[in-house]
């Protein structure tokens, strides 16, 4: 029986679901799959917000910041405390942890679908097994600001590790690992990022019939709201100010954890037919009704978007630091639109009316063949 260990977190929806959809791939007979909320699991002991306040730091990114829409800046400085106050002075304590629970375990292999702790995770296991890092990020975050840069260092995913696996889904994310090690046996880039591969798999559905089951027109375009499973109050202000502006679409919300921002647009009385949904593990049949997205520059929601086949307009008005490169790649591919204001998405709406525009943009995301999840299955395969 061999084992695998999949290290994890709670913070945002991203790394928790690529560790779910790696699981359920890699699963034989012969296998034991255990996944491991690392912060929750190992390290809340070591978390002062949780400790002093009750509220752990996965907890503030989800609640305060993702929701909240903080800054720019105030992420930054976030970061900042959790690399000086968490991981700086705990690396010998997270170093001894890592090797005590190895030891426990005894796996076979580990997988990290994480950043900021692949350093310690690389020197504890020492080589014992195989150790594989699966970027789920599109690419390194590089600090543009020399004040930010001096303060937290650069590499948050990679490790300069000649026997640790670096896989990144994109050419550039590739690249970036291969600055820490240009060994093309161990540095490898994958067809896309891990994703669930219902959004992959072909559907024989009547799309017409579906709409209406939801009561949407079948002469007008269908928008789909997704910013994430904690996505922010941005999305009522957006819902409002494409009402008073008199869209010529219909749009779909999914609202997911944030039952408040639900009960708000459920409540708002729009110009425009519009659909309201809670969490919902039906995304992709969502997808599949919808004519465009509009969301985040999450690389979840970009990834999934594109294995459907589904136009993107990115929400670029308080970008994460290390999302701010998402949506210039998803431009320069061909894959989507960009805006900042509610006039912007109003304009990139209105240039989709056209059935063409639309066709133009789903047969460029098309060309995208992500075959992450089966190319993983092989790697894993081959090394055990």
Same mark, same amino acid.
Not at 59 to 78: M, P
Not at 222 to 229: E, K
């Given at each position: 029986?061999?084992?695998?260990?999949?290290?994890?977190?709670?913070?945002?929806?991203?790394?928790?679901?690529?560790?779910?959809?790696?699981?359920? =791939?890699?699963?034989?007979?012969?296998?034991?799959?255990?996944?491991?909320?690392?912060?929750?699991?190992?390290?809340?002991?070591?978390?002062?917000?949780?400790?002093?306040?009750?509220?752990?730091?996965?907890?503030?990114?989800?609640?305060?910041?993702?929701?909240?829409?903080?800054?720019?800046?105030?992420?930054?400085?976030?970061?900042?405390?959790?690399?000086?106050?968490?991981?700086?002075?705990?690396?010998?304590?997270?170093?001894?942890?890592?090797?005590?629970?190895?030891?426990?375990?005894?796996?076979?292999?580990?997988?990290?679908?994480?950043?900021?702790?692949?350093?310690?995770?690389?020197?504890?296991?020492?080589?014992?097994?195989?150790?594989?890092?699966?970027?789920?990020?599109?690419?390194?975050?590089?600090?543009?600001?020399?004040?930010?840069?001096?303060?937290?260092?650069?590499?948050?995913?990679?490790?300069?590790?000649?026997?640790?696996?670096?896989?990144?889904?994109?050419?550039?994310?590739?690249?970036?690992?291969?600055?820490?090690?240009?060994?093309?046996?161990?540095?490898?880039?994958?067809?896309?990022?891990?994703?669930?591969?219902?959004?992959?798999?072909?559907?024989?559905?009547?799309?017409?019939?579906?709409?209406?089951?939801?009561?949407?027109?079948?002469?007008?375009?269908?928008?789909?709201?997704?910013?994430?499973?904690?996505?922010?109050?941005?999305?009522?202000?957006?819902?409002?100010?494409?009402?008073?502006?008199?869209?010529?679409?219909?749009?779909?919300?999914?609202?997911?954890?944030?039952?408040?921002?639900?009960?708000?647009?459920?409540?708002?009385?729009?110009?425009?037919?519009?659909?309201?949904?809670?969490?919902?593990?039906?995304?992709?049949?969502?997808?599949?009704?919808?004519?465009?997205?509009?969301?985040?520059?999450?690389?979840?929601?970009?990834?999934?978007?594109?294995?459907?086949?589904?136009?993107?307009?990115?929400?670029?008005?308080?970008?994460?630091?290390?999302?701010?490169?998402?949506?210039?790649?998803?431009?320069?591919?061909?894959?989507?639109? =960009?805006?900042?204001?509610?006039?912007?998405?109003?304009?990139?709406?209105?240039?989709?009316?056209?059935?063409?525009?639309?066709?133009?943009?789903?047969?460029?995301?098309?060309?995208?063949?992500?075959?992450?999840?089966?190319?993983?299955?092989?790697?894993?395969?081959?090394?055990?």
């Amino acid at each position: 029986m061999k084992k695998i260990l999949i290290l994890s977190n709670e913070s945002g929806g991203g790394h928790k679901q690529t560790a779910k959809v790696l699981a359920q =791939a890699l699963q034989q007979n012969d296998r034991s799959i255990k996944t491991v909320s690392l912060f929750r699991d190992l390290f809340l002991d070591m978390d002062f917000s949780a400790k002093f306040f009750g509220v752990s730091g996965e907890d503030i990114y989800n609640k305060f910041i993702l929701q909240n829409e903080a800054s720019q800046l105030f992420y930054k400085i976030f970061f900042f405390s959790i690399y000086y106050s968490f991981v700086v002075p705990n690396r010998k304590k997270f170093n001894c942890r890592f090797k005590v629970f190895f030891e426990q375990e005894k796996p076979d292999m580990v997988i990290s679908v994480i950043p900021i702790l692949n350093h310690e995770i690389a020197a504890a296991l020492n080589q014992a097994c195989p150790f594989l890092i699966v970027q789920t990020d599109l690419f390194e975050y590089k600090e543009q600001s020399w004040f930010w840069r001096w303060l937290v260092p650069y590499g948050a995913w990679f490790v300069a590790d000649k026997s640790t696996y670096m896989l990144s889904g994109t050419r550039k994310g590739y690249q970036q690992a291969l600055d820490y090690n240009p060994d093309t046996s161990k540095v490898m880039q994958l067809s896309g990022s891990v994703i669930d591969p219902r959004f992959l798999a072909p559907v024989d559905m009547d799309i017409e019939a579906e709409r209406e089951k939801l009561g949407l027109k079948p002469d007008r375009l269908i928008g789909l709201f997704l910013y994430g499973g904690h996505p922010p109050k941005r999305l009522f202000k957006l819902a409002k100010q494409l009402s008073a502006l008199g869209v010529e679409a219909q749009f779909i919300f999914i609202c997911g954890k944030n039952e408040s921002l639900k009960a708000r647009l459920s409540q708002l009385s729009t110009s425009y037919v519009k659909v309201v949904l809670g969490y919902s593990k039906d995304v992709p049949h969502y997808m599949r009704i919808a004519d465009f997205l509009i969301g985040k520059c999450g690389p979840g929601v970009i990834m999934e978007s594109i294995a459907v086949g589904l136009p993107v307009l990115l929400d670029i008005s308080n970008v994460m630091p290390h999302e701010e490169e998402n949506a210039p790649w998803v431009v320069d591919q061909g894959f989507g639109l =960009a805006f900042k204001t509610p006039e912007q998405l109003h304009q990139k709406i209105q240039m989709l009316t056209s059935a063409e525009s639309v066709k133009k943009l789903k047969t460029k995301v098309r060309t995208f063949e992500n075959k992450a999840v089966s190319e993983m299955q092989a790697l894993i395969e081959k090394i055990l």
